[in-house]
């Protein structure tokens, strides 16, 4: 196929995904249409966990657990995690930043610095407004500052979808202390000018309690008449429940009974207020939120970020709630609650809204799953710095230490194989071991250890000749047990320590990148070494690495699988350029030039197959995509700069990137020292020296094409260096090398 026709196919690939936006645009909906009788109602019981709903839920919070949708909710904001920010991120749709200023939110007759809110509020904005409506006064100064992310955020976007289509926002409620506002629920309610129709978040919705640990607490009894009050007016209602909130902020200025004991009033009255909300609405037509924007300080400082969410109420099966976006039982985003509410409506989400609507899934002993969930993903996270880390140092001792004995001890150089060996056995007895839920961080470390001494100890007794085989059965091995873990949705994965974390929320589904470039680099030496090991059988070799390498591909790029676009491309080129190799083929400028534009007519498809899926289904390329075609080109140069943030911060504070370094390093060092040596291994082992380039430019590309892609470009090269590393000391101190003739030179 010449380059006319390639470039041909890339032009009409691309158009056909174009036209899915232009031939089924978005569907509008008039400001004039009827207000439907549904509402929302979202009940905002900040800085709890879910420890807290098991241990201190009433009768009507546990008949809400038990009859809506619950989960955990990642409670991410951009730039860094705030309260204020948390808020921000719900009614935006995206994850949004804020620091104090996300705290002014006011009734239009109080006073703020000694001016009427609403006065104010005109001063700023140049627009006058009803005396019922609660303003924002920071909104000019949000813009601002969102403004300048890497991304495109609306602040107030789910207030001002719903204002726009004809429907009315109101506010109730706030979590003051003493002497500081904590306006924030304002920030989910508003629309993008900083307005709410309706509501009172001032003095008039506290109480005073002179002799309570919180001087100043909800009034249940008149947020409940307030709210009553707006039923019939407002379609969307934002109730914020402070005493939760307080508790925490005063938990330190009390004795652990009295907050224990201030704790179970304060839940007791939450609970009898879910009960009244849940009596006043229709089941049938309206819904109830129970959303914790931030977790507690106790929750912080234990990385337990991971915060309590149910829907009850029309259209709400029991069960486990989930959404598009992480597509993991039990657990959703805050990005996805705007989206949600608007599909309630019957709207679409804004293009720039990066959550999906929420769903559930069939779960029983929800509580108690959602309790050992959060558990297994606290400790994966506390587990992931010691496990991960301390493979780092091990990585970077062995190759340094390896180095260094080649040129001082040569002959004690062989000791040093089994470890080599184990670098490369150390992801998959990670893998292995998330299968099981451990309680003791000791245990765990001992486990890891364990299954890779076992694995190490089970490839050189199955190594037949004691030269290749054992990294053969661990780098085949690494492979086919990453393969069935992706395919059949990544169990394994979510749990590793070299999986994502949730809780970060870079990753929820798929292969990540650690794992993606494990599974290059193990496919890569894997299969090499075994045409090298089985050289007469080159032919029947070369199609099932054909039918191998495809598979691999297909597991990184599949939009229905997670499409990693970073790891496909990394597959594709590490991949690609290691088959040409081992099939004979010299690169010239031209195939170079053809197997990038095959590779980009590959990617291009899976891009048109995503888009051609319904949104709820499109996995995050797709709506990346769906963002560039909708937002325009500026939303390419957005994408471009935050992964390459994204990457230079990586590089900077990362262990990782040591490794990389390391071992290119190390592969410099050994292009020159010991004189010869790779020349010789070149012509011994020339199948796997395909593999090694294969390596090479699949963690160049990774490095360049992924947001984390220094990560994936170091766990790719554990497996080149390990290998070149241990061929270069049999090499050099003469064990075990067979001739050429018997290895077999690849030809045409």
């Known amino acids: 196929m010449n380059l006319k026709k390639i470039v041909s196919i890339i032009v009409v690939v691309l158009v056909w995904a174009a036209s899915f936006q232009v031939i089924i645009p978005a569907p509008a909906r008039s400001a004039s249409r009827p207000i439907p009788a549904h509402k929302v109602i979202m009940v905002v019981v900040d800085r709890i966990t879910i420890d807290d709903l098991a241990a201190y839920a009433g009768p009507n919070l546990r008949s809400l657990l038990d009859n809506g949708a619950s989960g955990l909710m990642n409670t991410n904001s951009a730039l860094y995690r705030s309260p204020e920010g948390s808020y921000l991120t719900i009614g935006s749709g995206v994850v949004a930043t804020a620091g104090p200023e996300g705290d002014l939110g006011f009734d239009h007759d109080e006073t703020f610095e000694g001016t009427p809110a609403g006065d104010l509020y005109s001063r700023r904005m140049g627009s006058v407004i009803s005396h019922e409506s609660v303003v924002f006064l920071s909104m000019a100064r949000l813009q601002k500052q969102n403004a300048d992310l890497n991304m495109t955020v609306v602040p107030g976007a789910l207030g001002g979808a719903l204002r726009k289509n004809g429907l009315k926002t109101a506010v109730l409620g706030n979590a003051d202390i003493p002497g500081g506002f ?171 809204m990066t959550g999906r609507a929420v769903y559930a899934v069939p779960g029983t002993d929800r509580l108690s799953t959602l309790v050992e969930m959060n558990r297994r993903i606290v400790f994966t996270f506390l587990a992931r710095p010691v496990l991960s880390k301390g493979y780092v140092i091990l990585q970077i001792i062995i190759i340094i230490l390896a180095m260094a004995i080649m040129f001082l001890r040569r002959r004690s150089a062989p000791n040093l194989e089994p470890f080599l060996l184990g670098l490369t056995a150390v992801p998959l007895s990670l893998l292995l071991i998330a299968g099981v839920a451990f309680h003791s961080l000791t245990g765990y470390v001992l486990a890891a250890v364990g299954v890779t001494v076992v694995l190490v100890a089970v490839s050189l007794r199955l190594g037949f000749d004691r030269g290749l085989d054992p990294f053969i059965f661990v780098c085949l091995g690494t492979t086919l047990a990453l393969s069935i873990d992706v395919a059949t949705g990544a169990n394994l994965i979510k749990n590793s320590v070299l999986g994502y974390d949730p809780m970060s929320g870079a990753r929820y589904y798929g292969i990540g990148n650690e794992y993606m470039g494990i599974l290059i680099g193990a496919a890569i030496i894997g299969f090499t070494a075994l045409l090298q090991r089985f050289p007469r059988q080159r032919k029947p070799l070369l199609i099932l690495v054909a039918a191998s390498f495809a598979a691999v591909i297909y597991l990184m790029a599949a939009p229905q699988l997670g499409t990693n676009v970073g790891g496909g491309i990394a597959a594709l080129a590490g991949l690609g350029v290691t088959f040409l190799g081992l099939s004979g083929f010299r690169l010239t400028r031209r195939e170079v030039l053809a197997a990038v534009l095959g590779i980009l007519v590959v990617m291009v498809g899976f891009v048109a197959f995503d888009l051609s899926r319904p949104p709820e289904a499109q996995s995050h390329i797709g709506r990346t995509a769906n963002m560039i075609v909708r937002g325009g080109v500026g939303e390419i140069g957005k994408i471009i700069a935050r992964k390459s943030a994204m990457n230079l911060k990586l590089i900077r504070y990362t262990l990782w990137s040591r490794v990389f370094l390391i071992s290119l390093l ?61 061929l270069v000391i049999r090499e050099n101190t003469k064990e075990g090398i067979p001739e050429t003739s018997e290895l077999g030179v690849p030809g045409p």
């Open 666 to 726: 190390a592969l410099a060092v050994l292009f020159y020292r010991p004189l010869g040596v790779l020349q010789r291994i070149k012509e011994n082992y020339p199948y796997l020296t395909q593999g090694f380039i294969g390596v090479l430019v699949g963690s160049i590309v990774a490095l360049i094409f992924n947001d984390s892609g220094v990560v994936a470009a170091a766990t790719m090269m554990i497996y080149a260096a390990a290998t070149l590393i241990y």
């Open 182 to 352: 904590r306006r924030q629920a304002v920030t989910i309610a508003m629309d993008d000018q900083g307005l709410v129709d309706l509501g009172h978040v001032g003095k008039t919705v506290e109480s005073i309690d002179p002799v309570g640990l919180l001087p100043n607490r909800t009034n249940y009894r008149k947020i409940l008449a307030e709210l009553r009050g707006v039923l019939n007016r407002a379609d969307f209602i934002v109730v914020e429940l402070g005493d939760t909130a307080r508790l925490d902020e005063l938990a330190d200025e009390a004795t652990p009974d009295v907050v224990a004991k201030e704790r179970k009033r304060v839940f007791a009255d939450l609970d009898w207020f879910v009960g009244q909300v849940t009596a006043s609405i229709d089941h049938k037509r309206s819904q109830v939120y129970l959303v914790t924007p931030s977790p507690s300080i106790p929750a912080l400082k234990s990385k337990n970020t991971l915060t309590p969410v149910v829907v009850f109420g029309a259209g709400v099966k029991p069960g486990l709630i989930t959404s598009p976006t992480t597509r993991r039982p039990g657990i959703i985003t805050n990005t996805d609650i705007a989206p949600t509410i608007l599909k309630f409506f019957g709207l679409e989400p804004s293009v720039f």
